[in-house]
C-alpha cells in the first residue's frame, strides 16, 4: 500500500496545487539538486586526488548541502501530498527561503538520523563550525564574532584544511550515496516525492561511487547503540 502511494507521488501526485511554486518546479529542484549533488561529488574526488585538499573539503561540503536539499524537497512533496496537501503561498515562501541558508541545509541532512551520527560531527554542524570551516576553506581574513572583526584573531588561511578534514567529508557524501543505490538495487524506492530521483542514482553512479576506497566512520550502527545507551543513562 504504501509503495502504490509512492508510485502516484512520483507520477506527479493527485493533490492540487494552486498557488506557489508549481510541482513541476518542485520536481525539478529536487532531481538537479540531486544530479547537483553528484556533479560536485565527483569533482571534490578529483581535487582530492590533485591534492587540492581545502577545494576539494568546500565541493564535498557544497555536494552535501545539496544533497540535503534534494532530500528536503522529495520529503516536503511527499508529505503534502500524502498528508494535508500543500500549505499557502506565503507559508511556502518562508520554507523556501530555508534552501537558501547553509546552516539549515547542513542540519537538515542530519536532523531525522541525529543517533546514528557521531556526537562531534553533529556538534559541528550544529554550532556552525562546519560553515565557519568551510568558509575558511576559500578564504583568508581574521576571524568574526557577533558580526564583527575579530582584529585579534589569527589569520586564517585554507590551508589549514588538510587531507584528513577532505577525505573524512568526501567519505560522508560517498557513503550517504552508495546506501540509497543499494536500496535502489534492491528495487525499494528510496525517493518518495520527487518525480525521476531515483533514475539520477544509475549502475553507472553506482559503479563510480564504488572505487573510492575509504569511510567516513561518522555514521554506522555503533554510534547509534553508543548514542542510545548514552541517553538511557540520564
Known amino acids: 500500500m504504501v509503495i ?3 508510485k502516484n507521488v512520483l507520477n506527479g501526485g493527485s493533490v492540487k ?9 518542485l520536481h525539478k529542484i529536487a532531481t538537479e539538486s540531486l544530479r547537483n549533488t553528484l556533479r560536485l561529488h565527483f569533482d571534490s574526488v578529483l581535487l582530492y586526488e590533485n591534492g587540492s585538499y581545502p577545494s576539494a573539503f568546500q565541493l564535498s561540503v557544497l555536494a552535501l548541502e545539496e544533497f540535503s536539499k534534494a532530500n528536503w524537497v522529495d520529503h516536503y512533496i511527499w508529505s503534502c501530498e500524502t498528508n494535508q496537501g500543500y500549505p499557502d503561498a506565503e507559508s511556502e515562501q518562508e520554507w523556501l527561503k530555508l534552501l537558501y541558508l547553509h546552516p ?8 531525522r ?3 546514528n551520527y557521531s556526537p562531534k560531527f553533529i556538534s559541528l554542524i550544529q554550532n556552525r563550525e562546519l560553515e565557519e570551516k568551510k568558509q575558511n576553506s576559500i578564504y583568508v581574513g581574521p ?3 557577533k558580526g564583527r572583526i575579530d582584529t585579534n584573531s589569527r589569520i586564517s588561511t585554507p ?7 577532505a577525505k573524512q567529508f568526501i567519505s560522508i557524501i560517498n557513503d550517504e550515496l552508495l546506501r540509497i543505490c543499494q536500496k535502489i ?6 525517493f518518495s516525492g520527487g518525480k525521476n530521483m531515483d533514475n539520477v542514482l544509475d549502475y553507472n553512479i553506482y559503479k563510480k561511487l564504488l572505487e573510492w576506497p575509504f569511510k567516513s566512520g561518522i555514521k554506522n550502527d555503533e554510534w ?6 548514552s541517553k538511557s543513562i540520564y
Open 4 to 6: 502504490q502511494k509512492n
Open 17 to 25: 496545487k494552486e498557488e506557489g511554486i508549481s510541482k513541476y518546479k
Open 104 to 111: 539549515k541545509k547542513q542540519w537538515n541532512f542530519v536532523a
Open 113 to 115: 538520523e541525529i543517533d
Open 143 to 145: 576571524s568574526r564574532m
Open 159 to 165: 590551508w589549514k584544511i588538510k587531507q584528513k578534514d
Open 185 to 190: 538495487e534492491e528495487d525499494k524506492y528510496y
Open 224 to 229: 547509534r547503540k553508543k548514542n542510545l545507551a
